[in-house]
């Protein structure tokens, strides 16, 4: 039998990179000559003191500040929103360019305690909303809340990982947080408020050297395990029961989950229009460099 091919992959949260887990679980990999181990992130802080500038000026926040494996040549697959990945691939020394969007089209929503006064998107103007700079929470919650609130009035804080930004709000450290999967369910299940929500695409990256034609036995993988998720959903969130710690896992079993928030689609490439789309908003929030461009930090590839 022939050697395994090695990759390695890095985990955010398994809702964002459930059809790796899948995938593996079901030996999707094993099938196409590839062994895939994936990193789980662990316990990574990266919240910020309540007086660091950090925690209310994005600029001066890493893109790296949560996808760091990648760079140091640990890992060699990355994925995260579109936006983010747009602007890692920007700021990659190492080279990060997109290849395909991501099956994972994650929702988030922002919620509030359930005694909190906010019950509509447009009483979140001046109220602190906690969010990852750079990560789709951020530029997500940006996204909800034009056409609710000015700009000027928006007032959204780094208060770290999902995790992290859920103990924020459990402890009234914001007033807001935007929460994605299994925090959603654990959310809804104390009562807390959402007073928004909806789902956004994402993309994978990896180096540009990377071999296409195993790309493609990766994407035939992926692409298989959509299937297999999409078939029984259900069977799969023991991964994201799995990733948070005991005592809040324990408040949950998959039952609990709203089942079509969860959605996973074919991979497929990242078109020009899609970037030009992202690309000229993140202009407008100093989000992204006016140079990048997308021939240089896409380099889709299909089955």
Same mark, same amino acid.
């Given at each position: 039998m022939a050697e395994l091919v090695k990759i390695n992959v890095e985990s955010a949260e398994a809702v964002l990179g459930l059809h790796w887990f899948v995938a593996q679980e079901e030996g999707l990999f094993e099938e196409e000559g590839m062994e895939v181990e994936i990193f789980l992130p662990g316990v990574r802080e990266t919240k910020f003191?309540?007086?660091?500038? @950090?925690?209310t000026d994005h600029t001066l926040v890493k893109s790296t500040n949560y996808q760091f494996l990648y760079? #140091?040549?640990? /890992?060699?697959?990355?994925?995260?929103?579109?936006? &983010?990945? /747009?602007?890692?691939a920007y700021d990659s020394k @190492?080279?990060? +360019?997109?290849?395909?969007?991501?099956?994972? /089209?994650?929702? #988030? &929503?922002?919620? *509030?305690?359930?005694?909190?006064?906010v019950n509509a998107p447009m009483q979140l103007a001046n109220k602190s909303v906690g969010v990852q700079y750079h990560q789709g929470s951020h530029y997500h919650t940006l996204s909800l809340l034009e056409g609710f609130v000015a700009r000027d009035e928006m007032n959204v804080v780094h208060a770290g990982t999902v995790h992290e930004r859920f103990i924020a709000l459990e402890n009234g450290e914001v007033d807001a947080a935007t929460l994605m999967e299994p925090w959603i369910s654990l959310a809804q299940k104390r009562g807390y408020k959402m007073i928004?929500?909806?789902?956004?695409?994402? /993309?994978?990256? &990896?180096?540009?050297?990377?071999?296409?034609?195993?790309?493609?036995?990766?994407?035939?993988a992926i692409k298989k395990? *959509?299937?297999y998720i999409n078939k029984n959903p259900k069977k799969y969130i023991k991964h994201m029961l799995a990733e948070i710690p005991e005592h809040y896992a324990n408040e949950l079993t998959a039952d609990d989950f709203y089942? +079509?928030?969860l959605r996973y689609v074919d991979p497929e490439p990242y078109t020009e229009e899609e970037f030009e789309r992202q690309y000229k908003w993140m202009l407008t929030w100093d989000l992204i460099p006016e140079d990048a461009d997308y021939t240089e930090l896409v380099c889709n590839v299909t089955v």
């Open positions: 003191a309540d007086d660091d500038p @950090r925690r760079e #140091q040549k640990k /890992v060699d697959i990355m994925r995260a929103c579109s936006w &983010g990945q /747009v602007r890692r @190492r080279g990060a +360019p997109i290849w395909t969007k991501r099956p994972a /089209v994650v929702c #988030q &929503g922002i919620y *509030v305690l359930p005694d909190s006064p928004t929500e909806g789902h956004y695409l994402g /993309v994978e990256n &990896g180096p540009a050297d990377m071999d296409p034609e195993l790309l493609k036995r990766m994407l035939r395990s *959509v299937t089942l +079509p928030r």
